[in-house]
């Protein structure tokens, strides 16, 4: 894939993601879920073509993990309206991590660096959870779990780059990065406070960090 390409898939995913937030902050329900779900197939769908003309069964297995995000964009969607489609959004979510996580211990080798990251993050999502009093209800112990895979998965992806840094593992840096930021930030929106400018910055960022772990492949293709 040539580097105008990269470009080209950068501008589009940034003018849908700026439709997609714009159609949020005006409550336009089903318009703004069917963009979601675009934007979240296309980040998937690049990662899926790199998946392909890598041709290794470690990379589908990645691409595997961005196709879980699809549906679990779609019924987090209902996060505050039903509580039986958003547990399957943190069930499809959880296992994106754990394909991600599977493809990431298969190429790199375990270090400490991800411990220590995992034990940062973990403080930072309980001073968030403590100062914030986030009043989290029947979800919790799913909610949890999948916490915990999360911030492995963005400590793993994090500590790639530490390790052996390159074009690609800063791409799997920012994305779990991002996924991480963003969850802080639907965290305040969802059991703290409703401002609207939360849930824009976790749209914004976690579909930025869709697209950098996409280009985790892609970048390996270039």
């Known amino acids: 894939m040539s580097q105008i390409a990269v470009v080209l898939i950068v501008i589009v995913y940034a003018a849908l993601l700026t439709c997609y937030c ?3 902050k005006r ?4 318009p703004a879920t069917i963009l979601k779900v675009i934007l979240s197939a296309f980040a998937a769908g690049c990662c899926v073509y790199a998946a392909i003309l890598l041709d290794n069964f470690i990379f589908y297995i990645f691409a595997l993990g961005l196709v879980f995000a699809v549906p679990a964009d779609y019924f987090l969607q209902y996060i505050k309206s039903d509580l039986l489609r958003y547990r399957f959004g943190i069930f499809f979510f959880g296992a994106m991590h754990v394909c991600l996580l599977i493809s990431f211990y298969l190429v790199f080798p375990v270090t ?3 411990f220590v990251i995992f034990a940062v993050f973990i403080a930072i999502l309980l001073a968030f959870q403590i100062k914030g009093k986030w009043e989290i209800g029947k979800e919790r112990v799913q ?3 999948y ?5 492995f998965m963005a400590a793993k992806a994090i500590s790639l780059f530490i390790a052996a840094p390159s074009a690609f593992t800063l791409m ?3 994305g779990g990065l991002f996924f991480f930021a963003s969850d802080l930030f639907l965290g305040i929106w969802a059991y703290s406070s409703s401002i609207f400018v939360y849930l824009a910055l ?3 960022i976690y579909f930025a960090g869709q697209l950098c772990l996409a280009f985790y492949l892609v970048f390996m293709l270039i």
């Not at 409550?27 to 089903?30: A, G, I, L, R, V």
């Not at 916490?147 to 911030?151: A, G, H, P």
Request: proline fraction near 0%.
């Open 22 to 24: 714009l159609l949020e």
């Open 27 to 30: 409550e336009k329900f089903w």
């Open 112 to 114: 400490l660096y991800e």
């Open 143 to 145: 909610l949890t779990i």
């Open 147 to 151: 916490s915990v895979f999360l911030v």
């Open 172 to 174: 799997a840096a920012l």
């Open 202 to 204: 976790n749209r914004t």
